[in-house]
């Protein structure tokens, strides 16, 4: 290896090393201060190294907010939406795929136009339409326009495009029906890209704040990432308190990433070759 090359291998390491650190300073910096008393996070005394290890900010986060009804409107919300986006997606691209009918090409072009449509300009008349249908402040508020994903649809028909046409005609000459040939023939064969979709639907789902933000306005109703915005104190901000529903917050989706990560690895690199 020669002297430029080690000088350009050094140069590399250390700039992703540094960008390693900027990325992960600020999550260790939020588990410092959560693990601190209030009085020590204001204090001059506060380190740049945890010099305390105090969890009163957990447990007021746990048993002086309602975290818990939050986390549960979060994981009941986004196991909704990843079901229905699955299924009708995987429902929608396989009708696209396989199935001959009038306007076929046009659906799929719709489909495909929606994509390139940003959800924020939706925002207003979706609104709108859900405070006349008297769904403000309701599950189904925060579900339905969440379920528009054409992604799912783009990617779940390239893969059953890709499906050889004799293990069709195989089961078609068997007897078995549509129904039959997506929940046993091409299902089957994708649980791969299903499993990475779902998870990457599911981490979407439950990360959105915009609209859960916009069409819940009782506390009870909240998801996590809104609920977190309600974690205030008459007397001031308390800053321990917050990092660490932040921290529980956000705990899940770490979680998931960490148990699933092949799958959600997976997923990002097929939407960005879609986008691409």
Do not use: H
């Amino acid at each position: 290896m020669t002297g430029a090359r080690r000088i350009e291998n050094l140069a590399l390491t250390t700039a992703g090393v540094a960008a390693a650190f900027a990325w992960v300073f600020p999550l260790y910096w939020a588990l410092a201060t959560s693990l601190r008393s209030e009085k020590r996070v204001v204090g001059e005394e506060a380190g740049l190294f945890p010099d305390e290890f105090n969890l009163a900010a957990y447990i007021d986060a746990l048993f002086n907010t309602q975290i818990a009804r939050w986390y549960f409107n979060s994981i009941g919300t986004s196991l909704i939406i990843t079901g229905l986006v699955i299924v009708s997606g995987m429902m929608c691209a396989y009708a696209i795929s396989q199935m001959r009918f009038p306007g076929r090409r046009l659906l799929y072009g719709i489909v495909l136009a929606s994509f390139m449509i940003p959800a924020q300009a939706l925002i207003v008349s979706q609104f709108i339409l859900m405070n006349d249908l008297g769904l403000v402040n309701t599950w189904a508020g925060i579900i339905l326009p969440q379920l528009i994903v054409p992604i799912v649809i783009i990617v779940y028909k390239q893969f059953f495009d890709a499906v050889p046409l004799e293990m069709r005609e195989a089961v078609v000459l068997d007897g078995g029906g549509e129904y039959t040939l997506l929940f046993r023939l091409y299902l089957p064969l994708n649980w791969g890209i299903t499993t990475a979709l779902a998870i990457i639907t599911f981490i979407g789902a439950w990360n959105s704040f915009l609209w859960p933000f916009l069409i819940v306005t009782t506390e009870d109703m909240m998801t996590v990432p809104v609920g977190i915005t309600q974690v205030t104190d008459v007397f001031g901000v308390k800053y321990a308190r917050l990092m660490a529903v932040a921290l529980l917050a956000a705990m899940p989706v770490a979680l998931a990433y960490l148990i699933f990560q092949r799958r959600v690895t997976e997923a990002v690199m097929i939407s960005s070759g879609i986008k691409g």
